[in-house]
């Protein structure tokens, strides 16, 4: 018996470690990434007024990239931008739907009367912003690298529980960067 529970518990482990990566990562192929040393936050044209988003966004991404032993830089000497964008998503999420019965009936060939209501579900639709990063070679202006979270932002959070999911987001998407 705890042969099989070992088993049971071993097999989950595995599962588990199967998981899918919270994000979708695409690069251009044959890109020599470890000529990347110096980064740049945003494009060298941006120069409009930061959300608050923006803000966490720059600081997940300073933290990680010092983490991965780059070095900021200004834009005219870096060998990357890291540029990032919020992506809509439309999220469809369905409401439990009402019924209601009743019946009668008599037993030796009576018939019997029924009434049956139903109320189909209604959907609610609402969009959701997805955090999209992208790297771009300061040189060719060419995306070298992209990533897409699957996790939905926050919208009706604490500051402090948004600046928490931006910061697990951005560390999970340069977690693949450089592609190996």
């Known amino acids: 018996m705890l042969?099989?529970?070992g088993v049971i518990f071993l097999y989950l482990i595995v599962l588990t470690g199967c998981s899918t990566k919270p994000v979708v990562?695409?690069?251009q192929p044959g890109t020599s990434f470890s000529e990347y040393q110096l980064y740049a936050i945003g494009s060298d044209q941006s120069s409009?007024?930061?959300s608050l988003n923006d803000v966490r966004i720059e600081n997940a991404l300073e933290w990680t990239m010092s983490q991965k032993h780059y070095q900021k830089s200004i834009h005219k000497k870096a060998d990357m931008w890291l540029v990032w964008s919020e992506k809509p998503e439309i999220e469809t999420r369905h409401r439990a739907g009402f019924g209601f019965g009743f019946g009668y009936g008599i037993v030796h060939g009576r018939t019997g009367l029924g009434i049956s209501m139903v109320n189909h579900p209604p959907v609610r639709k609402s969009v959701r912003e997805i955090l999209v990063l992208e790297i771009v070679d300061r040189k060719?202006?060419?995306v070298v690298w992209r990533a897409e979270s699957k996790?939905?932002?926050l919208k009706d959070a604490t500051p402090t529980a948004r600046e928490r999911q931006i910061r697990q987001i951005v560390r999970d998407m340069l977690y693949y960067f450089p592609p190996k």
């Open 3 to 5: 042969r099989f529970i």
């Open 48 to 50: 409009l007024k930061k």
């Open 25 to 27: 990562i695409d690069y």
């Open 140 to 142: 060719t202006l060419q």
């Open 151 to 153: 996790k939905l932002l």
